[in-house]
């Protein structure tokens, strides 16, 4: 091989690298030409050159707004002066490139900001914002942004319904690290699952860097499009501090100013209400600090009190409950837990752990299957990932973990309906790892569900108020994990242990039947019953529910007399 442009040092480098893949290859007997080991390794192409804006839009990224049925906030990024900064929008057509729209069909609107970020690469990046306004609700629209020569694509969105309807949204815990090459799968996943969610939030630590312009460029390469017709709500983890808040936050978040009011907590602490849901983030960042720790309690209980929405889902960094080491955040568990018990939250999301975990107070237990409290979760959609530790932090303080992972990266898809809302966490290939069905009543009243598997629809899950009656004493029964109306079979099984023996009338193996029942709207069962004149004392019974979905078993009851 001749290489007359190379140097001579980089020549005889050349030839021993050569020499050295030779004898790699027969080492591992793989079917590699050598050649391809005879080149020095190409040098790393600069973040600076990979990451420069130009006068082209890129990191588009829509915001919510408080008013996302007739508004949205669209930023990007781009060398463009402020005088130029705009954007177009329209019905969404069928058509374009050939077919213009019709006269007057496009609005032109100037950004309302454009802040040079200076950044750690040597150049600024100038993030814009334009906010559309006077849009009609559930409808589907059409923008793009530029200075008016340089334009991006067109991208769709399509604002809320004015009033509930379903929709589905996702949620990530930290995606912080390997952001350019193992989080980009798990977002263009997620997405794959749910093309048509309308929100995407992030519970913190976005970045590993607060001011890394390499790793902001990143994590806008690792979501592409999606973030230009999906709204985006995160909240900051302490890696989106360094020294104070990251410069980028609020320039790429112009999030709405409806927090507490403190300057420190502007567009890290807000709400939004979209579609019969109310997302509040919080900033658990400041748990040194007690006025802007007592500023966002008074706050968040007044934002859960007064709240007309069915469901409510708050979000913040630092996890009530820790699924890690010895990680503890006594200031959150103390000042935000009680709230969100005594106001009903239904999804508390959370990140920092870099592992999954999800439970709720043992208080709230129902049954192996069911409680009704808060559910409170722990995520990581990045690839660093920390140990659990045997969910020390939720025992000891009252709570339960039901489902935990370690070492893997995962995505949570949340579809929110009228009486339900379905949270099911996928890990990055798909499949299935974790989730419950919330199911609420007009009362307010609501279950928390697992959802159902072969295993967790068997075995004993009946409660029963005595295990000891004569006959003729009344028994009530109790059973959760319904479906809504679900049509329940009532059994009275003669067992010896557990064994169910010869029954009363010679009724088969599943008992005497009693009657029939429905599961309430929450999927509960009550069912009272009086102990039959023809059982024997001393003899011991079981209540065996039998439907659909469930065949559930009691404890024994003695008969005394
Ligand atoms: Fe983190
Ligand atoms: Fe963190």
């Known amino acids: 091989m001749n290489h007359p442009t190379l140097p001579e040092p980089a020549r005889r480098r050349h030839v021993r690298l050569a020499v050295l893949g030779t004898s790699a290859v027969l080492l591992g007997g793989l079917a590699f030409a050598p050649v391809a ?4 390794a190409p040098p790393k192409h600069p973040a600076a050159e990979v990451h420069k804006p130009s006068p082209v839009p890129d990191r588009v990224i829509l915001t919510p707004t408080t008013t996302p049925a007739t508004s949205q906030k669209v930023t990007w990024r781009a060398e463009a002066t402020a005088e130029f900064a705009q954007a177009e929008i329209l019905a969404a057509p069928r058509a374009l490139g050939q ?17 040079p970020v200076n950044t750690t690469l040597g150049y600024a990046s100038t993030y814009h914002t334009v906010e559309f306004t006077g849009l009609k609700p559930a409808t589907r629209y059409t923008y793009r942004v530029g200075d008016g020569t340089n334009w991006s694509e067109w991208h769709d969105f399509t604002t809320a319904a004015g009033k509930f309807e379903p929709f589905s949204f996702i949620y990530y815990g930290d995606a912080q690290n390997y952001i350019d090459s193992a989080v980009p799968r798990v977002f263009r996943n997620a997405f794959a699952d749910r093309p048509q969610a309308k929100m995407i939030v992030n519970a913190g630590d976005l970045i590993n860097s607060a001011n890394s312009e390499e790793e902001w460029g990143q994590w806008y390469k690792a979501a592409g499009f999606i973030d230009s017709q999906i709204n985006n709500l995160s909240i900051p983890g302490n890696h989106e501090y360094s020294g104070g808040l990251s410069s980028f936050w609020r320039p790429q978040f112009p999030y709405p100013d409806n927090g507490p009011g403190n300057p420190e907590l502007k567009q890290t602490v807000y709400y939004i209400d979209y579609q019969g849901v109310r997302f509040i983030g919080l900033d658990s960042n400041h748990q040194g600090n007690a006025a802007l720790m007592a500023a966002q309690t008074a706050w968040l209980e007044k934002v859960l009190k007064d709240n007309p929405n069915k469901w409510t889902v708050v ?38 752990d870099h592992s999954y975990g999800r439970g709720n107070l043992v208080s709230a237990r129902k049954s192996i299957t069911v409680h009704n409290g808060v559910a409170y979760v722990v995520s990581v959609s990045g690839g660093k990932m920390y140990a659990l530790n045997n969910g020390e932090n939720w025992t000891g303080n009252g709570a339960e973990v039901r489902s935990s992972s370690q070492n893997t990266q995962l995505y949570q898809l949340i579809d929110v309906a009228g009486d339900q809302i379905r949270f099911e966490a996928r890990y990055a290939n798909g499949e299935h790892h974790d989730g419950f069905l919330i199911r609420k009543n007009a009362r307010g009243e609501r279950t928390v569900n697992e959802l159902r598997t072969p295993e967790n629809t068997v075995g004993e899950q009946v409660t029963v108020d005595k295990t000891e009656a004569s006959r003729w004493d009344k028994v009530t029964a109790t059973a959760y994990g319904y479906d809504p109306g679900e049509r329940v079979r009532v059994h009275l099984r003669e067992t010896r242990g557990k064994e169910a023996v010869a029954q009363h009338g010679g009724h088969g193996r599943d008992g005497v039947p009693l009657g029939e029942a429905r599961a309430d709207e929450l ?27 469930q065949k559930i078993t009691s404890p024994l009851i003695t008969v005394t007399r």
């Open 37 to 40: 080991f005879s080149y020095a």
């Open 99 to 115: 077919v213009a729209p019709p006269a007057g069909a496009v609005t032109k609107v100037q950004a309302q900001a454009s802040t």
């Open 315 to 352: 979000t913040f960094h630092h996890p009530v409950y820790s699924t890690t080491g010895t990680r503890n955040n006594p200031q959150v568990r103390d000042q935000w837990g009680p709230l969100l018990e005594k106001y009903g939250v239904d999804l508390v999301l959370q990140g920092h």
């Open 523 to 549: 999927g509960r069962l009550s069912y009272t019953f009086r102990m039959p004149p023809w059982v024997r004392r001393g003899s011991t019974h079981l209540v065996y529910l039998s439907s659909e979905n």
